[in-house]
Every structure is written in structure tokens, then in C-alpha cells.
């Protein structure tokens, strides 16, 4: 850039029809009509030199007036020689500009070619959007439909939980109580040959009354009247599934077992077979036994039956205690 500048600056030095061509592109019309301007006088002045001249000899007294217009001619030329300078300066100067503008334009080329760029993702990304707001809204639909799907499906498994909740009880109860008839039938001899028991005998059962019920409910409500035991516990033993009398051999002592009968032992079981025995306990002073029946048992509830002591026995197996 700099050597095209030098360029210029020599081609306005060395060729004037150059000078005057950068000359109208900066100056404005005032300072290109100066040197036509300063040419007009010029040429005035040299012709009235001529004159002066030529009248020398003839007007002497107007000697004074040539040597005032020579003052005022030399002033004139130093006011020149300083506009030439301001010229001078301002051409630089506008060089400078010239240089910055050229710069700008380049640099706002550049943003205009990236905002291009910029717009046309845009737009793409604006087609993108609308596909994929298209297919979120499919989606949403979609999800709606399968929504309410869900929702009725979720009604019919509620529907069909409840029933094979109450189907469940009620096969529950079934099992249950046709587990405590064969358990009443089945228990005595079971239990009296897996601890050693004599005349083994049924004194109450929630599920078949048998003729030594009512004695035994005398002797717990008598208990319960005489403040041996609490009314919780003379409920606890009057819906006991099974009690059982027996007599130990050799020694020939009494043993009272009380037993909870469920097709799957649970700690509900565990629990009332053990509070049936305690209550049993305090209210004839006999010893006591418990015991849960059924067909199946988890390992935790079987650690439970044993640390509260308890009799387990699975129906066909043997009895473990």
C-alpha cells in the first residue's frame, strides 16, 4: 500500500494532468477553481508589469504602486505555498481514510458473507424444527392414544387384581378351613408321635365343636373371672384354630398345645400360636406348647417360630420343633 501511494504521489509530481485528475477527486470546488484563480492574476500581474515597465520612464510615481502589488504579490504567494501545504496534508490525510474505508468495506464483506452463512442455517434449522415439531406432535398423539390405553388397561388389571384378590380370600379361606378339619383329624396322632404323647384329645376348635369344648371354655372363662388372665388373652385362646390335651409317656404329665392352622405360616400365625400358649399357661398352670400348621413356610418366618419356641409342621412332613 505504500508503494502504491509513492506511486501517486510521483505520477502528481511528474504529470500534471494526474495532479489535477487526484486534485478534483479530493478537492472541492473552491480549492480546484484556486489555481485557475491564482493563474488569472497571475497573468494580470505580469501584464501589468509589462505596463509598468513600459511606463517606467513615463510614471515613475507609479513605482510605488508596482512595488506594493509586488508585496502583495509575494504575500499572496506564501498564502499559496501554505494552501499547497494544507493540500499536501490533506491528501494524506484522505490517503489514511481511503485505507480505513477500504478495511471497513473488507470487513463488512466478511460479516455480510457470514451472516449469509448464519441465515442459511438458520433456515435450515428452522426446516429441521418444523419436521421434528411435526413428529413430536405425532408422538404426542401417539402417546395420548397410548396414554388413555394405559389408563383403561390400568382400570381392567385394578379389576382384575381386586378379583383374584377376593378369589385369592376366598380360596384362602377354603384351603384354610379344609387344612384345620384334616389338621383336627390329622394333628393328634401326628403330634403324639413326634413328641411322645398319650390320649391326645381336641378340647376346642374354631372350626368342629367337640364334646369337651364347653368344659374348656368354663375353665377359661372361669380363669378370666378370677383375674388370671386378661380378657385379651381369654379372646386370644377362645380363637385359638386348634387346642389339644395330651399326656406326656413315662411321666404322665400334662401338655396343652395350642395351634394356628394357614396354608402359608406367616408372622401373624407365628405370633398367635405364641400369645395362645402363653395365655394357655396362665390360665390352667399346666405346661404349654406352640404350634403352627400348614403346607409351606418361609426360612425367616421358621427362624421366628423357633425363637419364640414353636412347633413347625408342614402338612406331610414331620414335625420340627
Not at 394405559?150 to 379344609?178: F, P
Amino acid at each position: 500500500m505504500t508503494t502504491a501511494v509513492e506511486d501517486i504521489i510521483r505520477a502528481m509530481r511528474e504529470q500534471p494532468e494526474v495532479r489535477d485528475q487526484v486534485r478534483r477527486a479530493v478537492l472541492t470546488d473552491e480549492l480546484l477553481e484556486l489555481p485557475e484563480r491564482f493563474a488569472t492574476l497571475t497573468a494580470r500581474v505580469e501584464d501589468l508589469s509589462e505596463r509598468v515597465e513600459a511606463l517606467t520612464a513615463r510614471f515613475e510615481d507609479m513605482a510605488l504602486i508596482v512595488e506594493s502589488n509586488t508585496r502583495q504579490i509575494a504575500v499572496l504567494t506564501e498564502r499559496l505555498d501554505t494552501l499547497t501545504q494544507r493540500v499536501d496534508d490533506l491528501t494524506k490525510r484522505v490517503d489514511t481514510l481511503t485505507q480505513r474505508v477500504d478495511d471497513l468495506t473488507k470487513r463488512v464483506d466478511d460479516l455480510t458473507k457470514r451472516v449469509d452463512t448464519l441465515t442459511q442455517r438458520v433456515d435450515d434449522l428452522t426446516k429441521r424444527m418444523d419436521v421434528l415439531t411435526a413428529r413430536v406432535d405425532t408422538l404426542t398423539q401417539r402417546l395420548d392414544t397410548l396414554t388413555q390405553r394405559v389408563d383403561d388397561l390400568t382400570i381392567i388389571v385394578e379389576n382384575n387384581t381386586k378379583a383374584i384378590l377376593e378369589l385369592r380370600d376366598d380360596v384362602g379361606l377354603l384351603l384354610g378351613d379344609r387344612l384345620e378339619r384334616i389338621s383336627i383329624r390329622n394333628l393328634p396322632p401326628q403330634l403324639s408321635q413326634s413328641l411322645g404323647l398319650r390320649r391326645a384329645r381336641v378340647m376346642h376348635s374354631m372350626e368342629v365343636t367337640t364334646r369337651h369344648s364347653d368344659d374348656f371354655i368354663a375353665r377359661i372363662e372361669d380363669a378370666a373371672d378370677e383375674g388370671t388372665i386378661s380378657e385379651d388373652q381369654e379372646y386370644r385362646l377362645k380363637r385359638t384354630d386348634i387346642i389339644i390335651h395330651s399326656r406326656r409317656k413315662g411321666a404322665g404329665s400334662s401338655l396343652w398345645i395350642a395351634a394356628e392352622v394357614s396354608g402359608t405360616i406367616g408372622e401373624i400365625d407365628i405370633y398367635r400360636a405364641a400369645d395362645s400358649a402363653a395365655a394357655l399357661k396362665a390360665a390352667l398352670g399346666e405346661d404349654t406348647v406352640g404350634v403352627v400348621v400348614g403346607h409351606r413356610i418361609r426360612d425367616e418366618d421358621r427362624a421366628r417360630a423357633d425363637a419364640n419356641g414353636l412347633i413347625v409342621l408342614l402338612e406331610g412332613r414331620d414335625a420340627h420343633a
